[in-house]
């Protein structure tokens, strides 16, 4: 399966319609189940904005702000350095 990353960016570099497709399809069962929390006159509306909302994040999402593994795990440590601190 292709990561939701790779789909981003065949979307924006690419306006992959397949890839965007795809990634609608992966929110999908999400936007199903926030929508049961509004009432149902409401929830057709809801639905086509929650749609045109991921579209626009897709398509606008910053790739250049996202941390790989080793990047996330350095900003853990330092948010949270007693956790990470070695004994002696």
């Given at each position: 399966?292709?990561?939701l990353?790779d789909?981003?960016?065949?979307?924006?570099?690419?306006?992959?319609?397949e890839?965007?497709?795809i990634?609608?399809?992966?929110f999908?069962?999400?936007?199903?189940v926030?929508?049961?929390?509004?009432?149902?006159?409401?929830?057709?509306?809801?639905y086509?904005?929650l749609?045109?909302?991921?579209?626009?994040?897709?398509?606008?999402y910053?790739?250049?702000?996202?941390?790989?593994?080793?990047?996330?795990?350095?900003?853990?440590?330092?948010?949270?350095p007693?956790?990470y601190a070695?004994?002696?």
């Amino acid at each position: 399966m292709t990561r939701l990353i790779d789909l981003t960016k065949k979307v924006q570099k690419q306006n992959d319609m397949e890839s965007l497709e795809i990634v609608l399809r992966l929110f999908e069962p999400k936007i199903r189940v926030s929508l049961k929390q509004t009432s149902p006159q409401e929830r057709d509306d809801l639905y086509q904005e929650l749609k045109i909302r991921t579209i626009e994040i897709v398509r606008q999402y910053d790739l250049s702000k996202t941390y790989g593994f080793w990047e996330f795990t350095d900003k853990i440590k330092e948010q949270y350095p007693f956790v990470y601190a070695k004994s002696k």
